[in-house]
Structure formats: C-alpha cells, structure tokens
C-alpha cells in the first residue's frame, strides 16, 4: 500500500513530528501540500493537523481514501481560550465538513468529544529519537523547559523562585539532555489545552529520564508512566523538588519514564498497522 502523509507543512512541531518523522518511518511518501498528481499516485493519504483548501479539493477530486491527522488541530492562539461547549462544537463541525475517511486522534478524550463514528486511532506522539537518556547525575543543577516560553505563564516565575532557592538552574529551551529535572507545565484555562493536547513534552522527558513536573492534561495522564510529579500549585514544585534532590530517588524515577516513552519504531508499528486495515475495509 502507498501512503503520502502531506498538510500544510512548515516548521511547527507536530509536523516534523507526525509529518516527516512518523511518515518516514511508516514508509510513506512525505510531501507538504501535495499536488494531485502526487495525490493520486497513492492508495491512501494522510493529512497532519492543517487542511489547506487546495489541499483538501486536491484529495477530493482524486477520489482517494483519506485520513485526517488532527493533533493540535484547533485554531491557535484563539481556541486556546475556548471552554468545553464551544471546542466540542468546533470539532463536530470541522470533522462534519471535512469528510474523512478515518481520523487519528491524540487523546481518548478528543475522541469521545468529537462524536466521531467512523474508524479511528488514538495515536501518542513518540519521543524524538535525538532524546537518550543519560546517568542520573549526584546533584540537580538544572531543570529544563523546551518550548514556547508564553505557554508557561505563571509558572515560569514559580519555577525560577524555586530554583534560585536551591542554587539550581532554570533552563528554557537550552539542553534537555544536560538536565535533571524536566517541566511540562502550561498557564492554560481552556478546554483545548487541557483534554486535546498531545503528550509531545512529556515523550520526549520520558525518553530522557527526567523526573518531570506536569499540568494534569488528559495526555500527560493517558501515557504517562505514573512517576510523573502532578502540578497544580506553587507548594507542589516544592514538594517535587525536595522529594527529587536524592539521586537515588530520582534513578528509580528515571527507570520509570525510560520504560513508558513513546517511541518511533513502535509507534509507527501501531500505526502503520492499523492503517493497513483501511484499505481492506
């Protein structure tokens, strides 16, 4: 079977992700906006978060199966505010005028919001695999955020607070690798964030073997390994950090996250697994 997994492309995560990396390793064809040539080349198409108009009338006329990847699908920054009632409608009607032939969701709970009933996955985002896990160091002297600063919020203050009370480092967007203690924190009120999310930050934590402090998004608990540190207030960074000082406590920590990372070959097993059904059905 031949697969194209295209979108809109760019250089957002969950494309590389999902697009280049997963697409890659499934064996399929990768090319942001396909052109219908390319489209009808293939038995199935896979489309990543972003829907294009051309895209979508490209796919239609070529009268191929398709499946809508919609991690992280919904319109940001706006949506990001959005509470449960509207994001649910958001989704039933953007599926509605999409049409699938199959849709991969990231979380159980993104599922059962949108009302789908047509064929679907619940697919994790896997750990890049530049992420290994290093031995567990004596002291903490880091503690590392990767991402969009924004999304920490307030956070970031709390964090730093706690840090420089310890004489340790707080690192944004620096070297997970060379850190002990990883954040998955988001500043986040809406619906969105909190039940669609992909487990993208935590993956690759997971894969590194960093004890982790996390929001309690649906993601982070769906395919967490439940050494994971749950965060809902200043006082509980603390408890964290002091639990996680020994390095003893934190190898027993680490050994946890390593067993529970989402990794590509597997992921992309699963996948292309059940992507293999669609063309029988």
């Known amino acids: 079977m031949r697969i194209l997994v295209t979108g809109k492309g ?17 064996g399929a064809e990768v090319v942001p906006m396909a052109t219908l040539g390319q489209i009808r080349s293939a038995d199935l198409i896979v489309v990543v978060k972003r829907t294009p108009a051309e ?14 990847d ?52 619940v697919l994790p985002h896997h750990a890049w695999p530049k992420y290994q896990a290093r031995a567990v160091r004596p002291t903490v002297t880091r503690v590392g955020y990767e991402g969009d600063p924004r999304y920490l919020g307030r956070w970031e ?10 004489g340790w480092e707080f690192v944004v967007n620096g070297d ?5 203690i990883g954040v998955a924190l988001r500043d986040a009120s809406g619906y969105p964030a909190g039940a669609w999310k992909s487990n993208c930050k935590l993956a690759n934590l997971q894969a590194l073997g960093l004890p982790t402090v996390c929001s309690p998004e649906v993601s982070y608990r ?28 934190r190898a027993v920590v680490s050994e946890k996250m390593q067993a529970a990372a989402p990794r590509l070959a597997d992921v992309a097993a699963s996948y292309r ?9």
């Open 55 to 68: 895209l979508l009338s490209a796919i239609r006329a070529s009268g191929r199966p398709w499946v809508y």
């Open 157 to 166: 203050r709390v964090l730093r607070a706690q840090c420089d009370a310890r």
């Open 10 to 26: 760019g250089k957002a995560g969950s494309w590389k992700v999902r697009g280049e990396q997963l697409g890659g390793a499934i």
């Open 273 to 281: 697994g059940w992507l293999g059904t669609l063309s029988k059905s």
């Open 222 to 249: 769906q395919f967490g390994s439940g050494a994971e540190w749950w965060i809902g207030s200043a006082a509980d960074v603390a408890r964290a950090f002091e639990a996680w000082s020994p390095a003893e406590v």
């Open 176 to 180: 997970l690798g060379d850190c002990d």
């Open 70 to 121: 919609v991690v992280d699908g919904w319109p940001q920054p706006a949506g990001n505010a959005w509470q449960r009632d509207v994001a649910q409608r958001w989704l039933t009607q953007r599926l509605a005028d999409l049409e699938p032939d199959a849709v991969v969701f990231p979380t159980i709970q993104m599922l059962v919001d949108s009302d789908w009933r047509g064929r679907s996955m």
